[in-house]
């Protein structure tokens, strides 16, 4: 049954346990007249992680950045879609709940991240925010990780990218502007559908589509440079709002959008499946064949080619939509480009080891 507030209906084993279990009907005819019981609202646990590391790497060809950060583990905002659910396996723990409740904080991000910077083998790049886990989750609020780190990278003045659904990025928008007055920030704010029945059991505990519109608004005033992620379209469950989220975002002053088609990987497309038959079950059979229609026959294809867009004539018709709206709204008209070249390493403290140059 579904958990209010939680996007996962299940905390199904992952793919690494060595045992797996699964509910049977037995047939007893007394339990089944029995009524329902709600299910058990599970809370949501911090623990600290301290990181050796904090800049991730990455080569794959579909994705435009080479460096990222990610402050958390897990993400409250409980999407039941995201890409990031089977990480939680690395931990021994399930993708489906507990990666929603069970949440891992990096609270020396931002100490571990300016001796990172500091090596005189750095090469300044873009480091994305959010690639896995949305930097502005709920506990943001408290913890504040991720407003630690933005001032890590400023100090620096270096470029930065966020990718967010969360319109509490605006708490930040003293520093975030300064970034951007210096052409060192972008952000995406991503919005797949605006149907807030949707949203509610999609991305439960993310902020509503209109807050996050609002945001946009909010960030291009203070002259943020922004733009829309029109993610994940899914097939004839929210695909129908892409071309008014293009135009909403130009209104609110958005100056480009991007799209990516669901990705399923792993246990994601047995947790989505859950999902849908729970919340949508008459359209369940119809969103996973155009699925696997745009896959190859597959719920999911990792070929760097087609898995952020898919391949066929239903993915063919969403590109030629997007692109068509996005040219009618006047978005992706111009490229916004960041600047790596005022990057620089502040003086070391007094204690520090001196520099021999």
């Avoid at 579904?2 to 009907?25: F, H, L, M, Q, T």
């Avoid at 502005?136 to 407003?147: D, N, S």
């Avoid at 994940?232 to 892409?242: Q, R, V």
Wanted: glycine share 6%.
């Amino acid at each position: 049954m579904p958990i209010k507030g939680r996007g996962s209906v299940s905390n199904r084993n992952s793919r690494y346990d060595a045992y797996d279990r699964e509910a049977v009907d037995d047939g007893w005819a007394h339990e089944a007249a029995l009524p329902q019981e709600t299910p058990p609202r599970p809370d949501t646990t911090v623990s600290i992680e301290k990181a050796r590391t904090i800049i991730s790497r990455n080569t794959s060809p579909d994705i435009p950045f080479e460096q990222s950060v990610n402050p958390y583990r897990g993400c409250e905002h409980g999407c039941i879609y995201c890409y990031a659910r089977p990480s939680h396996a690395y931990l021994n723990l399930s993708p489906g709940l507990d990666f929603e409740t069970r949440l891992y904080a990096k609270d020396n991000a931002a100490q571990v991240l300016r001796a990172e910077l500091s090596r005189p083998s750095y090469q300044p790049r873009l480091i994305a925010l959010g690639t896995n886990t949305d930097p502005y989750q709920p506990i943001e609020r408290r913890l504040g990780i991720t407003a630690s780190v933005l001032r890590v990278l400023e100090e620096f003045n270096h470029p930065v990218g966020i990718t967010t659904k969360s319109a509490s990025i605006t708490r930040d928008i003293d520093l975030l502007a300064r970034l951007a007055e210096k052409s060192l920030l972008r952000v995406f704010m991503s919005v797949g559908t605006l149907d807030r029945h949707i949203a509610r059991t999609l991305e439960p505990r993310a902020s509503t589509p209109e807050a996050r519109m609002q945001a946009v608004c909010t960030l291009s005033a203070a002259g943020v440079p922004t733009g829309v992620l029109v993610s994940p379209i899914i097939p004839a469950l929210t695909d129908h709002d892409m071309e008014k989220i293009i135009f909403m975002a130009r209104d609110a002053g958005a100056i480009d959008a991007h799209y990516t088609l669901l990705r399923l990987p792993h246990e994601v497309a047995g947790l989505f499946q859950e999902w849908l038959d729970a919340h949508h079950p008459l359209k369940a059979a119809h969103v996973m064949n155009l699925l696997r229609e745009m896959r190859g026959g597959k719920v999911y294809d990792p070929d760097f080619r087609t898995r952020m867009r898919g391949a066929g004539i239903y993915a063919d018709l969403l590109r030629q939509r997007f692109y068509k709206a996005c040219a009618r709204a006047g978005l992706n008209e111009r490229r916004y480009e960041l600047d790596g070249t005022q990057f620089r390493r502040p003086p070391a403290a007094p204690s520090a080891q001196m520099s021999l140059f």
